[in-house]
């Protein structure tokens, strides 16, 4: 259930960065974006929580196209570093406004589904964790055709691959860079949506989503779709394990320890091809 | 010229405590710390080109270490019982300073064999690591409950007695005299061979090992004087505060530095002193109509319009605006040839003077 949403995050994070050579700093915004809208659309508006899941996904869409067309592409260009510190003060903005609009209480999503867990003999599982895992799940595979079977996902590939070469073949990279960090921001704003309905929303539950959503990337290898999912159920994987064996205090790093190792032992990322970013 | 300019400035300061208010005056000795972290930063990220966002790791590591010297601790691990017994603060400023430095060779040697992008990560994770040890090792850190009643530190005069710094003109005194030193040190070090060699790693890294630049070397060199400064200044910290909580190891406070840096001007002595002004004094300046969180949107904000219209930020901006006011009445170029180093000084004199009139 954690491994799918964090392949979800992982993913959009892993596009964009691969894609785009951003470091997208407020890819865990849009994570508590998504929580928000969820928050928002079912109990204020009183909207059904499948239509409101899915307003997320597109809400987040739009959202990360405004970014991307006011903050980044005049940067088309800019070396990694001065994008990377737009996104940082963006991420400042976008978190302190969640901050004013809903304050810094948790906030939580009533779900549809019924409370009674679905038993396996010993094992029992709640429905909405089935639902989550299932539409994480779905999503993955979704964005995995859009790359691999579509023109859009070809003209993403090609300008992952080589921007300059893929500009003369007649891909419009700009418009892929658009396409590609809004199809990433409504990835993580669904991801958001969907744990927002398991967990609570606040203001700051980006940082920590967005630093393990870098770490699934470097576990996963930069531009992989395949890492990044993996990756990404690696990460809850060794995050439970940590918290069961070790403490649960120091659940979340594990995911840092985990990077620094993996960095330090192989540093293209478990799954990356040749790929390596200097 | 330069140093007669240094000197006044610095007199200026020095004049400070004695006509300001109290309130001021704390905030003044807080934006004083911020600034000497955000130099240490300033050595990483403007000099060597290496945008480190753990840097709070190495701030938060002083604090820590200086309060547990001082305060002593007892804690068990792996059944051995190892107890230490309080020392003066001074000595914690000093072991603070070590093991920052330590940690800073540590993080260096390991890091720095990944760059660009990579390299941001691991620092964000080394701090995050940090963070949740402070949080966790509760024996040793008391975790969310806090280390507090640190004691201030006290200077010690043989045959005359103590004076325990309680006050914040003390406290000034002490964190303008370590922030020269911390300037000092790292003029000293960008100037020499060695900052010329780390500047040559930044603009061209594969033409400067091609001249025979070792690489980790400068860079490891670079991470070790900036996490003992970055220690210095969180000893600082803990032991005027004296209250220290995980919460010091905050990614938001490293993007605290990285914008004192970013807008004052990276690769620049003054930049962080220029910024670390502005960003330290803005809180004091909006604080009648902004809450903390429009705070923080308007400093996202100037973040991102420096970002755009000030890449290289304000000291090397006005610097170009006064290379290109002052030839006029001398006639020829020749002053800024002879003292090619005039500008910086001149322009700290000049932003940061600005912000100075904006808050008395």
Known sequence: ????????LGIGLTLIFGIM??????????YAFGGYMMFFLTSALGVNFYVALLAALVLGIILG??????????????DIDTTMLIMIGCWIVLQNMEMMVWGGVAKSVVSPLPADPLAFGPVSVAWLRIFVFAAAALLILATYLLIHRTKLGKAMRATFQDRDTA???GVNVGAINTATFALGSGLAA???????????????????????????VILGGLGSITGATIGGFILATVEELGAGYVSSGYRDAMGFLLIIAVLLFKPTGLFARTERIG | MKHTLLALWFALLLTVPLWIDQYFLHVLITTGIMIIAAMSLNLLLGYTGQLSLGHVAFFGIGAYASALTALGFDVHIFGYRIVHEPWPPFAGFAIAILVAALCGYAIGKLSFKVRGAYFVIVTISFAEVTRLVALNWVELTQGPLALNNIPPFTLAFPGVGEYTM????????????????????????????TGRAMIALRENE?????IGIDVTRY?????????????????????FVRIIDPDIFLFIYTVTMVIMVITGGKGTLAGPIVGGLIFGMLPVALRAWATPVAQWIIYGVLMILVVFFLPRGIVPAVREWWENVRPRPDETGRTSAVHPSTGPVLSSSKGSGRTGTRNV
């Open chain 1, 1 to 8: 259930m954690l491994g799918g949403t964090y392949a979800l």
């Open chain 1, 190 to 216: 669904t991801a958001g949506a969907l744990l927002g309905a398991v967990f609570v929303i606040t203001p700051t539950m980006g940082d920590l989503a967005a630093l393990k959503a870098f770490a699934i």
């Open chain 1, 65 to 78: 196209t405004i970014i991307e067309l006011v903050l980044l592409k005049p940067m088309r260009g800019a």
């Open chain 2, 166 to 193: 309680w006050g914040k003109v003390a406290n000034y005194y002490l964190v303008l005299a370590v922030g020269a030193v911390a300037y000092i040190v790292i003029r000293r070090l960008v100037l020499s061979r």
């Open chain 1, 21 to 30: 050579r951003v470091v997208n700093f407020t890819h865990g915004e849009l």
């Open chain 1, 167 to 169: 500009a003369l073949m």
């Open chain 2, 219 to 239: 860079l490891v060199l670079a991470a070790v004087v900036s996490a003992a400064l970055a220690g210095a200044a969180g000893a600082l910290y803990a032991h």
């Open chain 2, 206 to 210: 594969p033409l400067a090992t091609s």
